[in-house]
């Protein structure tokens, strides 16, 4: 009985094991085909950030602005987050302070513009040793072990500052020179290429070089102060964006029509090129540093190696350059 009334029971059995095989097979083939290819991180911004980078300026200023802005946007492509700091004034303990809170925040990357180069040179190591991507720009620290510096090339900007003043006076004339952060090996690069220039190709005598250490009031009041000592300038010379915003607010003021020469480009440099309060400005093509930045920092948390030096360039901005814009 036992065996009669199992027969029955055995093609129902594979039956149904055949069904639930069939069942399956579908089922796999149709999530094979729904399935939609993953998708790319970079130039997508996503749910969850992939990674955080810090960037930190050497003071909070106006001439910052636009980089925020253009690392903001690469930021929402590589779906990162980003958190920017700056002294309220160059502050080198500030930064310091800064950079070290980034290093316990276990940031993915971190780019920084160092106020002291030889004093920011211990902490980007230590930062580099925990295993955090760090790089440079604006102003650079070669002693350290950061990956990357982005930039131009600063004492081949001093160089043609200089060779831009030598074509306005026709290689003779007087002027006066403000300098930023005097410890910034930007400053000191600066300041050596313009005045290795005029002494090997001119005969322009620098009559005074101050430093405005990251102040605009400070700034303006050394630049007047010059204006007073020596009132037969020829021509006066920002060798940073800081000097470069006194110059524009001296010149409005006392309705000067010398020349007056800068290194740096913000949206007011523009106006006061435009108005000639600024004879031309050398950019250094600062709005591409956050993309620049934001990429190199990306590269770097995912284990490619980065160029030593990124430059970003240099462009004479002239009224009639501004014109063809």
Not at 192 to 215: C, D, F, P, R, W
Not at 292 to 307: F, H, K
Request: one cysteine or more; aromatic letters at 6%; glycine letters at 6%.
């Amino acid at each position: 009985m036992r065996t009669s009334a199992s027969f029955p029971f055995k093609p129902l059995v594979i039956v149904f094991i055949m069904a639930a095989m069939l069942a399956a097979g579908c089922q796999s083939t149709v999530h094979e085909t729904d399935r939609k290819p993953a998708s790319n991180p970079v130039h997508q911004k996503a749910a969850v950030p992939l990674a955080t980078f810090g960037i930190i300026y050497p003071m909070a200023h106006p001439y910052y602005e636009t980089i925020t802005q253009n690392a903001k946007e690469a930021s929402e492509r590589y779906g990162v987050h980003l958190i920017v700091k700056a002294p309220d004034e160059a502050d080198l303990e500030q930064q310091i302070r800064m950079l070290e809170t980034m290093i316990a925040q276990d940031v993915d990357g971190i780019a920084i513009s160092p106020i002291d180069s030889e004093a920011l040179e211990p902490v980007i190591n230590k930062a580099m040793n925990a295993g955090i991507p760090v790089i440079c720009f604006e102003s650079d620290v070669p002693g350290s072990k950061r990956l990357s510096y982005i930039g131009s090339d600063n004492a081949a900007a001093g160089a043609r500052m200089g060779k831009m003043l030598d074509e306005q006076l026709n290689g003779n004339g007087m002027v006066i020179v403000e300098n930023g952060i005097s410890a910034a090996g930007s400053s000191k690069e600066r300041l050596s290429g313009m005045l290795g220039y005029l002494q090997a190709h001119t005969q322009i005598q620098v009559l005074e070089v101050k430093h405005n250490e990251g102040s605009d009031s400070t700034a303006l009041k050394l630049l007047e102060n010059m204006l007073d000592d020596h009132p037969h300038f020829d021509a006066f010379i920002a060798l940073d964006y800081v000097s470069c915003t006194a110059s524009i607010l001296a010149w409005k003021a006392q309705g000067l029509s010398r020349y007056a020469l800068t290194i740096g480009m913000m949206p007011e440099t523009k106006e006061a090129i435009r108005n000639g309060q600024i004879t031309t400005a050398l950019s250094q093509n600062e709005q591409i540093w956050g993309e620049l930045i934001v990429e190199s920092l990306y590269q770097a948390s995912i284990g490619n190696v980065l160029p030593l030096f990124e430059d970003s360039g240099m462009i004479e901005m002239k009224p009639a350059d501004l014109a063809a814009l």
